[in-house]
């Protein structure tokens, strides 16, 4: 098991930016691929970012080109630098290791919450 701490979060106005971090508790973390997650207020989580052990990377439709997944397996850490954000973009974010059906392989940290407005 390991054990996921994000951080980061904050409040900002639309077109700004934030850099979300994601502390992982074991070195194994660098045999797996890594996910960030969202969940806003009355939604179900989604994926919006992926990155694979080796550095390939992949987003959803709507977070491409403004978003950027990146990890540092010597410090056990994802990141996700968010740029030109919306309002859309407000939610809590969450890190995990992706399962095949994108749901998370460990348990969920606590989150960080990011909130986009004017």
């Known amino acids: 098991q390991v054990q996921l701490e994000e951080s980061g979060g904050g409040s900002v106005q639309p077109g700004g930016s934030l850099r979300l971090s994601c502390a992982a508790s074991?070195?194994?973390?660098?045999?797996?691929?890594m996910g960030w997650y969202r969940q806003a207020p009355g939604k179900q989580r989604e994926l919006v970012a992926t990155i694979t052990q080796v550095g390939r990377t992949n987003y959803t439709d709507s977070v491409k080109g403004r978003f950027t997944i990146a990890r540092d397996n010597g410090k056990n850490t994802v990141y996700l630098q968010m740029n030109s954000l919306k309002p859309e973009d407000t939610a809590v974010y969450y890190c995990?290791?992706?399962?095949?059906?994108?749901?998370?392989?460990?348990?969920w940290g606590q989150g960080t919450q990011v909130t986009v407005s004017s």
């Open positions: 995990n290791a992706p399962k095949v059906d994108n749901t998370g392989l460990w348990d």
């Open positions: 074991r070195s194994s973390f660098r045999f797996y691929a």
